[in-house]
């Protein structure tokens, strides 16, 4: 399987990146060639995170004795103060890992027996009026972040002059690759959940969530089914329960072409409609009403 | 660099590499020795609280004596840990001052024996005279034992402390060596013809462009004391005692003396606080290191030679604990903590 473990801007040239997945560390990095590699954040030396070190031609140098190792195979090319005559032994190796770029995200491939395809593109669209990305790091599980994407999006996403209700269209659809469920949505500046007075609903928040996968998106639809925003979240389980959510989103001209005048000219300036929260409503995560998620229990999501 | 090994043949070598794979330096708990446990211008008539291991220590002066407990002298539940084992159940540490620390016995009160404590040459015995300014405070987010494998090593100079003491990697000439006994191992390493370390350039004012140096760094191995003797020419020695009192398996405190006095102003009064630079460049690979040993695993950490001194170490404490948790807590006839080790810092040899 693979699993997205960090966004593509995330690592730059010569630069080391610390992720976990769970309790497992991992330090990223970029080859002489400029493609990502990477190793088990571990020097097979000392122990000390390898991500604490310096990337010196490709190769990432340990920051305590300096042994120097090759991303793509783990080996360690270079002991200092060896002397010219002297070889560094074939078994002084860490831990590589197979890792691909795609998508804009890093994707970690769990086992290096079998290899495993990318997954398609994550949009449906390719031409956008903005995209942004970004990173939030969740005290919540990530079993637990996937639930709450079904119950009570909202939750955990704020979409800019949308208010999304808990009012359900239909029952989860599943199909080979996904599992998802419509809830109606409605312009509003404020944000605010809107008035369940109102006889219409003019927009769909389809969560969906992809199988075999931590990934999920939501989409942002108006009564024609067109998207009008796209915000995919791929969640990471790290250490002590906690997540890391790598988001990327879009919003096309479809979004100004159905907003109200007023949505429209507010929208007009910003360039990010999308936020994706960190900090989370404990007392309103706890208070979510049991809904389409008891279904993600019984099919296999991972 | 040329490690020489005096009484280490190879085979014995290929023996300890599968024993070092049982590596838990948090573990240790190595007793009936001596620990300075405070500076003594730490200690005065307001009992402050120190830790060794597990133990607390309450430490204060009453007139001309120190005295150390295991509970605070206001407590009002004096008598609740009067079952203490390090006490013998009088509540009492045995405490003696000696080169400006107050050393407490920690072990069993009965086998306690100021002619155990360590001999430093370079301090005054009566502790007397020590400035203030040659002494520093150190904790490091570490247990000892894995604090003095980072002292006994000698190849992270270059990459931890580069811009303080680095361009050893640059010598004509660098041999290490070392001996141990059942209780200390002692490292000493003799460079000649490399570059004079920024410290001494900017701050000993070392005009040479190369200077020779030798240093012996003496382990006690129950105590995790250290001992350094560095001898800089051109330059200066610059003796230190560095000991790595255990707080626990997570944390580790240093309260160290210099032995400056011959050095010029202002080397005297700076060299100290490098410790502030150099302390926290060590700590932060320690930090993330330490919880790495936390457990038994089924892979080795792997050794180039350069690791020879910081191995012998990992097979003596290992073999003392060993001993220890059988019941013998004696000191085996090659050792003698208390022996002059003048010689053995090359407090008398010219490099």
Known sequence: MLQTIALSSQLGTNKTLAVNVNDLPIVLFRDKDDKVVALEDRCPHRRVPLSLGKVIQGELRCAYHGWTFDGKTGACTNIPNLSAKESVPAKLKAKAFIVQEHNGFIYWQRSDSVHVALPPAIFSQAIYLAQNEGIANLTLSMEAYRSVLFDGPEMLISLYGIGITDYFLGDVIETEYSITIDRAADWQLTGRKPSWKSPDYPLIIRSEIFKHTTCAKISLLNSTEQVLIEVYLSVVPDKRSTSRVLWQARSYQAYFDSAPLLNKLKCSWRKNLVKVHEILNANSINKLMLGPSARLQSINVQ | ?351
């Open chain 2, 1 to 351: 660099m040329e490690i020489v090994q005096d009484k280490v043949v190879r085979g014995t070598i290929n023996t300890q590499r599968r024993k070092l794979n049982d590596w838990l330096p948090a573990q240790f708990d190595l007793r009936d020795t001596w620990f300075p446990i405070a500076h003594t211008n730490h200690v005065t008539n307001k009992a402050i609280r120190r830790i060794v291991h597990a133990q607390v220590f309450y430490i204060w002066r009453e007139g001309a004596n120190v005295v150390a407990t295991d509970n605070h002298p206001d407590c009002p539940h004096a008598a609740r840990r009067s079952a203490n084992y390090f006490t013998g159940g009088s509540g009492f540490y045995i405490v003696v001052e000696r080169y400006g620390y107050v050393w407490g016995w920690y072990g069993n009160p009965e086998n306690a024996n100021e002619a155990l404590l360590p001999h430093i040459p370079f301090l005054p015995q009566n502790g007397n005279g020590i400035p203030n300014y040659m002494r520093t405070t150190i904790r490091f987010d570490a247990c000892s034992a894995l604090s003095v494998e980072n002292l006994l090593d000698l190849t992270h100079a270059d990459f931890l402390h580069g811009e303080v003491v680095g361009g050893e990697g640059e010598a004509e000439t660098d041999e290490v060596f070392f001996e141990h006994t059942s209780e200390t191992i002692t490292r000493t390493r003799m460079v000649t013809g490399k570059p004079v370390s920024p410290i001494m350039r900017w701050v000993g004012g070392v005009r040479a462009k190369y200077q020779d140096f030798r240093s012996t760094l003496h382990v006690h191995l129950r105590s995790n004391l250290c001992i350094s003797y560095p001898r800089f020419e051109p330059g200066f020695d610059v003796p230190n005692v560095q000991p790595f009192v255990p707080s626990g398996p997570y944390r580790s405190r240093v309260d160290q003396i210099f032995g400056l006095d011959k050095a010029p102003t202002p080397f005297r009064q700076l060299m100290p606080k490098v410790a502030f630079i150099v302390g926290p460049q060590d700590n932060s690979v320690m930090r993330p290191q330490n919880p790495r040993y936390f457990n038994l695993e089924d892979r080795v950490d792997f050794h180039s030679r350069f690791d020879a001194p910081g191995n012998r170490y990992r097979y003596l404490m290992k073999k003392l604990q060993e001993r220890q948790n059988n019941g013998d807590f004696t000191y085996s006839s090659d050792a003698d903590p208390g022996a002059d080790i003048s010689e053995l810092l090359g407090m008398k040899i010219k490099s």
